[in-house]
């Protein structure tokens, strides 16, 4: 009872936020239309890497809307890197002392009460948020993408929203050349990816049935790197000491990017729901998203060559902490064999 209650706490806070952040807007707002013109832009992106990943099209669009607005993105600084070289943005900070003078409109994609004080003492001509959009999708059926979400919160002041918006991350000649190199020096020409990590113990797969999937993938003529974050780098290095053939361990020796652009030589990833999994499908390579707790209709990845498996159990979604089978985890419904079916769909 004790845990169900702390997760219903958290959920009561941000429906709290949400409802408030409806009012300021209404309020700021009134009855007006937007603008058609904006002078400068702020958008307050206080998210993670994947979903930061999935705000880059709306980026792109909102740009083509408003040419000559100055845009000024506020993120977490772990996802900086991620957007740094996106030449749709003017200016990116990672704290609300950074910002400067008066801003037109502000795009709330995932706000916090300090932005939410800011927009009220600063307003705006015109303020969108992302609370209306959540209660307009829950009465009407159910979660979209988070890609076609964060277009629903601009939409009124974008132009010509595209009918199927492209995930992709614009990366600097900075890191193409790291990556270029970084393949030649460790001698990768065939090379598939794996990311073991995840935010949630929840979220990862059983190591041993990496271990497995990278046997076969070996015995199938590829190489095998292993990505994350320096968090990782202990797992993946448990899993690579049992191979029988080497093996890269590449987690914590890059930036975002970098890792990106590693990724763009390979011919497959194959990782738990994560930042990685987006940065990879952002790219454009054959990507499997192994999904346990999470919301494949929300996260999963978002192109062509994308796709996941999850079992869905009646107990999805929850706070991702605490499970209710701890013995029987979702993640882990997931086999081996399952990896195998896909990975020759993807590469055949």
């Known amino acids: 009872m004790q845990l169900k209650t702390s997760y219903s706490a958290a959920s009561v806070k941000e429906k709290i936020y949400y409802v408030l952040s409806i009012l300021l807007s209404k309020w700021i707002n009134g009855k007006k239309l937007p603008p058609e013109k904006f002078n400068r832009i702020l958008i307050i992106k206080i998210d993670e890497i994947g979903d930061m990943m999935t705000a880059l099209p709306s980026f792109e669009t909102l740009r083509k809307s408003h040419l000559e607005a100055e845009i000024t993105l506020l993120c977490k600084g772990v996802v900086k890197n991620i957007v740094q070289a996106d030449p749709c943005l003017d200016k990116v900070v990672t704290q609300k002392k950074e910002l400067s003078g008066k801003y037109d409109l502000i795009i709330d994609l995932r706000g916090s009460w300090q932005m939410f004080w800011f927009a009220l003492f600063n307003s705006p001509k015109y303020r969108v948020e992302r609370g209306s959009v959540r209660m307009k999708n829950k ?34 000649e900075e890191d193409k050349i790291f990556a270029k190199t970084w393949c030649e020096k460790n001698r990768l020409n065939s090379f598939v990816i794996f990311h073991t990590g995840a935010r949630r113990v929840l979220r990862q797969w059983a190591a041993e049935r990496y271990e497995a999937l990278a046997n076969y993938l070996h015995e199938n003529g590829f190489q095998l790197v292993f990505g994350g974050g320096p968090e990782d780098a202990e797992l993946n290095e448990s899993i690579i000491d049992k191979l029988k053939f080497p093996a890269v361990n590449l987690a914590g020796k890059c930036t975002l990017t970098q890792f990106a652009a590693i990724a763009a030589h390979a011919k497959l990833f194959v990782g738990n729901e994560s930042g990685p999994m987006h940065l990879a499908a952002a790219v454009n390579i054959p990507v499997i998203g192994l999904f346990g707790p999470g919301i494949t209709e929300t996260f999963r990845p978002y192109h062509a060559k994308g796709t996941f498996i999850h079992h869905k159990l009646a107990c999805n979604p929850c706070d991702q902490i605490h499970c209710v089978q701890p013995h029987d985890l979702c993640i882990n419904r997931i086999s081996v064999e399952e990896v195998k079916e896909k990975i020759k769909d993807l590469l055949s």
Not at 150 to 159: A, C, G, H, S, T
Not at 161 to 166: A, C, D, S
């Open 139 to 172: 009465y009407a059926g159910g979660h979209k993408h988070e890609v076609e979400v964060n277009y629903q919160i601009m939409e009124p002041v974008l132009k010509n929203i595209p009918e199927k918006p492209e995930l992709r991350l614009f990366l600097s």
